[in-house]
């Protein structure tokens, strides 16, 4: 059964050094084309989507569509799916697009969870990483949605930046605690192929930091959230008073998703699949209501379910996968006991999840879920 | 069977036959010579002109230089109204490849050499000038890229008769790249090569001198008719193997095939016989028919020993019999390539190769990969050290792991050659200040021509092994050239130095070395090592050590973050591929005890910056 839904809007004002996620700077004329292909997406799909419980609006940046394309795909959102049921609905948004109107707009139609990028305090730090907010934003956008008494705010951070001293880190963890947030996700920096950090490391004008800087970073991170009132319950992302993104882990615990818009990936049926990240081709193609996706992969159900579930710190039950895949977990991967003796994995009872040296060296024991050839 | 031949035809046609090699220094410019006389020649039409047509494996052509000789016959329509047969047999312009050259050569009536305008005469060249001159071959000087600023035609003359002691008065000046030159060039190969003696009444005498495996139709020998002649259905007899064959096909390269009736004397081309033993055919052998067979072979080729020795391991143990096929085949048009089964106690089952230098070394390597694809790892290489034991007994050792206990050791000798630079004046003192830190014996200077100097030195093999082409290209700006050739066995002070992972002695990493040098260059590698091989989930110490005494350590810091942070917008697909990536890269690596080794760290010890 589909509960989920995600909505693509590969648009930004400025591109951050850092991103290599499918997004352009576009024309306010192509951003009208592609908020009515995407509309139109929906409406083709509406049967679909009758017991949709979260929705998940990214990007991109969102929130910096003008008002007028915001409510036409917040209202089109309205007409195919049932908000009043709906149990979260995220939009992403950077501080600088908060404003009282767009608020308005987004409780209009029933958005209840914001997602900011805030990435760090550190006014240098977000000039290099060319984030076009200031500081003063962020308190300013989180006053607004305060004002208007919105539900649930969740913000992003980056920590282990090129530089980022072990100061800097506590200086920003001390900040983001005193915004007083519902949730937070903190990532750490990540040189992607195909941003600017990647090509400026290239060329040998940054350097990354030591692996032994950023895994103290890390644990820095996780232990000063925790002692003050996040819970770690994913690799990164923390939650007070049990507010945990209910539309993250429908893909953590391997529930059927739809992605819709240029580059969208969706799970359905066991079955991978994508919309090529193409905005002009994406609304050519609408045109015809062809939403036809790239290319389909018929997945593992069990790989999945553990590389995936293994990320959350509450980690997985034996029995319901054995039974939900009709299988013996320990038989068909022998390498979960070595997991186990080396401290990975803790066996418990009847669950199985990550011991914190786990969180810290996850790619070992997701490694085992891969296949190669 | 077929028609009768008709020999006074055939005498007829031999006069018009031409066989010839272009001998060069890489880069100056023997292939595209190659390629604009076939262009020139219309042999192939422009449509089908990839540049540097004779090049076909694909390492030639992104290294630009060549590695297997090739023959082409062209059709050739001269001033003097007659059309003469041609036969281009391309040679390798490195030193490693001499044994390759001497083969082609022996094929040929005359040579081409070719000399860059600007660059002069190169160390490399002299050596295949004067193979061609011991093979009494006809030599025409050819100076090319005469169209460069930089050209200098006449020093160049000069430096042709000075260095060489040719006749450079008749020199075609040309620009292979512009075209300048060529028919100059293919009208003195008509006057001046000669066409080819040989009997084609007498008892078949067919020289091999390379062959290549077609998996249809066998192993297919690429020979030059020296007497007599062979046809389809003809039975024949390899002189050295004693194999015999029945000939299913006869042909030549235009340089597609080419199928002919017969094949006469000085015809360059090939046979086909269903021949599916590789080890019969021969390189250098001498086919005969076996009704009427030759007295006695022909000459076969100054077989050249192999200098350096690497082992090779397949990465995973199931590939060891792919591995020996891989050397069987590339042994098959490379004879210089030797082989035998060895163990390692970190590697497993592998093989020892020999090989003639450096350069051939690493193209065997490639081959291997690319053309078989089969991952490998490469242990650094050795050379052949005489050990003389306490006991009075010498034992030959290529493999540092075979080295005797250093109780048991009286002395050991090692191989020095004669190194020949030439390069321009100045950077004469960045050479000898190169050769000395190698422990290079300075051994004669010379001026020749201008501004160009010519130095000698006895230097251990061993030395040039590790870095010394990298190092004096670096330190030349790649003016200098160099080649080298055994002298003699020196009496060194030489040590066997061990690397340890977590402990436990790696033999694959095991090298000899100079004793003063030992400290340093064990510092060198453990630190290298530290850089190349992964951090584990444990740390790693790594160290050198001399007869069990650690000189030198290094230490691998274990793993301490290695977890993928982001969800993108469920984008799992991306996520997988990132972990297939880093599970992939440890397949790759070679698990030695419980540390897994990559590749480079097996060859890291070549490059090092002491």
């Known amino acids: ?373 | 069977m077929s028609k009768s031949i008709d020999y006074d035809k055939i005498r007829e046609r031999q006069k018009l036959i031409r066989n010839f090699s272009i001998i060069a220094h890489i880069d100056h410019g023997k292939s595209t010579l190659a390629d604009r006389i076939l262009e020139h020649t219309e042999s192939v039409s422009a449509r089908d002109m990839k540049n540097q047509l004779l090049d076909s494996m694909d390492i030639e052509r992104e290294r630009g230089i060549t590695i297997k000789l090739n023959a082409v016959e062209i059709a050739y329509k001269a001033k003097d109204g007659n059309t003469y047969i041609f036969h281009l047999i391309d040679t390798p312009g490195h030193v490693d490849f001499t044994y390759e050259v001497s083969r082609s050569l022996a094929a040929c009536e005359g040579a081409v050499l070719v000399v860059d305008a600007a660059q002069g005469i190169e160390a490399q060249t002299l050596a295949n000038v004067y193979l061609a001159i011991d093979n009494d071959l006809e030599i025409l000087p050819l100076i090319n890229k005469i169209d460069l600023p930089s050209a200098e035609p006449d020093k160049v003359k000069r430096e042709i008769e000075d260095i060489i002691g040719l006749d450079a008065s008749d020199a075609v000046l040309a620009s292979a790249k512009e075209g300048l030159g060529i028919t100059d060039i293919l009208e003195q190969i008509v006057h001046l090569i000669p066409a080819p003696t040989g009997d084609p009444e007498a008892p078949l005498k067919a020289l091999i001198f390379d062959s290549y495996f077609d998996p249809y139709r066998g192993v297919i020998p690429s020979i030059r008719i020296v007497e007599g002649t062979v046809k389809k259905g003809d039975k024949i007899r390899m002189m050295a193997t004693k194999a015999e064959y029945e000939v299913i096909d006869v042909g030549v390269f235009t340089p597609t095939e080419k199928k002919k009736d017969y094949l006469a004397p000085g015809d360059v081309g090939f046979l086909t016989a269903s021949i599916k033993d590789v080890k019969n055919v021969r390189v250098g052998d001498t086919i005969t028919s076996v009704p009427k067979s030759a007295n006695e072979p022909l000459p076969g080729y100054r077989k050249l020993n192999p200098m350096v020795f690497c082992g090779l391991y397949p990465i995973d143990s199931g590939d060891y019999e792919d591995l020996r096929d891989a050397l069987e085949k590339l042994k098959l048009n490379d004879a210089s390539l030797i082989f035998e089964p060895e163990t390692s106690q970190a590697l497993g089952f592998g093989f020892r190769i020999g090989f003639l230098g450096l350069l051939h070394m690493e193209i065997i390597q490639e081959r291997i990969d690319r053309e078989f694809n089969i991952p490998m790892i490469a242990t650094s290489p050795s050379v052949i050290y005489h050990v003389h034991q306490t006991d009075g007994s010498v034992v030959n050792i290529d493999n540092p792991c075979d080295m005797p206990p250093i109780q048991q050791i009286d002395f050991i000798e090692e191989p020095y050659v004669t190194a020949t630079v030439m390069t321009p004046e100045d950077y004469v003192g960045v050479i000898m200040e190169l050769c000395q830190s190698k422990r290079g014996i300075f051994g004669d200077m010379q001026y020749i021509g201008e501004n160009r100097v010519q130095l000698v030195y006895q230097m251990p093999l061993l030395e040039i092994v590790y870095d010394f082409f990298d190092r004096l290209k670096s330190g030349t700006k790649g003016y200098a050239s160099f080649d080298y050739e055994f002298s003699q066995y020196r009496r060194s002070d030489l040590v066997k130095m061990d690397i340890l992972l977590n402990g436990e002695i790696v033999d694959a990493l095991s090298t000899i070395v100079f004793r003063e040098f030992a400290f340093r260059r064990g510092k060198a590698i453990t630190e290298k090592l530290k850089d190349v091989i992964p951090r584990h989930m444990f740390e790693i110490p790594v160290q050198a050590a001399i007869n069990s005494k650690v000189i030198a350590r290094s230490t691998i810091k274990a793993m301490r973050k290695n977890v993928l942070a982001k969800c993108y917008g469920g984008d799992v697909s991306r996520k997988k591929k990132l972990l297939e990536k880093q599970k992939e890269g440890k397949k790759r690596m070679k698990a030695v005890g419980n540390v897994e080794v990559p590749q480079e760290a097996f060859l890291s010890v070549l490059s090092l910056d002491d």
């Not at chain 1, 193409?278 to 590389?307: C, H, K, W």
Request: proline content about 2%; hydrophobic content about 35%.
């Open chain 1, 1 to 373: 059964m589909l509960t989920s839904i995600y909505v693509h809007i590969p648009f930004c004002d400025h591109i951050c050094t850092y991103c290599d996620f499918h997004k352009e700077i576009a024309s306010d004329r192509k951003k009208r084309n592609y908020i009515d292909a995407l509309c139109r997406e929906l409406v083709v799909h509406q049967d679909d989507l009758v017991d949709i419980k979260t929705i998940y609006i990214g990007g991109g940046t969102p929130l910096s569509l003008d008002e007028q394309l915001l409510a036409k795909l917040l209202e089109t959102i309205s007409q195919v799916v049932d908000t009043s049921r709906l149990v979260e609905y995220t939009i992403e948004t950077n501080p600088n697009n908060l404003t009282a109107s767009k608020i308005a707009l987004l409780q209009h139609h029933g958005v209840n969870r914001v997602s900011i990028g805030v990435q760090t305090f550190q006014s240098a730090q977000l000039k290099f990483l060319n984030r076009d907010h200031k500081l003063a934003d962020v308190t300013n956008g989180i006053q607004l949605l305060r004002d208007a008494k919105f539900p649930t705010i969740s913000v992003d951070m980056i920590f282990s930046l090129i530089g980022q001293t072990m100061a800097e880190l506590d200086d920003d963890l001390n900040k983001v605690i005193a915004l007083g947030v519902d949730h937070i996700s903190y990532y750490s920096l990540i040189l992607e192929e195909k941003t600017i950090l990647f090509h400026m490391y290239r060329k040998n004008e940054i350097e990354p930091n030591d692996e032994d800087l950023e895994g103290a970073m890390y644990e820095r991170v996780i232990d000063t959230l925790q002692a003050n009132g996040y819970d770690q319950y994913e690799i990164s992302n923390f939650a007070r008073n049990g507010a945990e993104s209910e539309h993250n882990k429908t893909y953590w615990l391997n529930r059927d998703y739809r992605g819709f818009g240029s580059g969208a990936h969706s799970l359905m049926d066991g079955k991978r699949f994508y919309h090529e990240p193409n905005v002009r081709r994406y609304i050519q193609r609408a045109a015809s209501d062809d939403f036809q996706p790239t290319s389909v992969e018929v997945t593992d159900g069990l790989a999945d379910a553990l590389m995936l579930g293994l990320r959350l710190t509450k980690g997985v039950s034996v029995t319901e996968l054995n039974q939900r895949y009709d299988t013996d977990l320990f038989a068909r991967y022998p390498e979960l006991n070595n997991h186990i003796n080396n401290g990975f994995i803790i066996h418990d009872n009847d669950r199985l999840f990550l011991s914190r040296s786990g969180i810290l060296l996850g790619n070992i024991v997701f490694q085992t879920f891969v296949e190669v050839t």
